[in-house]
């Protein structure tokens, strides 16, 4: 039976969920999940896993958070006043903002925690420092 390997276009159905067992995404009701192993388009302990398999293989597998969203940043975090975020924009917990760095890179910001004249805001990503857990099938190898 033929092995997924490096550069071979494939398609997999996945749950992914913490080590606490919480569901943060699956393809379930969904298109398979399509990427070209080697390429990097996904979290590379997920690929790893991929590769190797053979359509129709399922397997469960945990990836640490190095090779996942990568390590919880401190120096990501800041607390900023509310007056710098524009009234248009409606503060709670859990919603994203855009913001635009130094160096004109678009930065993704989520709202952690809100203060009477504070707003705190995460630029890691929110499953960053996490042990992820994915139930996986290789579904179709393309090419």
């Known amino acids: 039976m033929t092995q997924a390997k490096t550069g071979d276009t494939v398609r997999i159905h ?3 969920t913490l080590t606490d067992g919480t569901q943060f995404d699956s393809s379930a009701g969904r298109e398979p999940l399509e990427f070209t192993i080697g390429e990097g388009h996904i979290i590379p302990g997920l690929e790893r896993e991929v590769e190797g398999m053979a359509v129709g293989d399922t397997k469960t597998v945990t990836v640490a958070s190095g090779e996942a969203y990568g390590p919880h940043h401190a120096e990501a975090v800041h ?3 509310r007056e710098q975020i524009p009234d248009t924009i409606e503060l709670e917990v859990g919603v994203e903002l855009q913001a635009t760095g130094q160096n004109g890179q ?3 910001l989520r709202v952690i925690e809100l203060g ?3 707003v705190k805001l995460d630029g890691n990503h929110p499953l960053a420092g996490q042990d992820l857990v994915f139930e996986v ?3 179709e190898i393309a090419a």
């Open 116 to 118: 009477e004249n504070t």
């Open 14 to 16: 996945y749950t992914g």
């Open 79 to 81: 607390e900023v006043q």
């Open 106 to 108: 678009v930065m993704r």
């Open 137 to 139: 099938e290789l579904v």
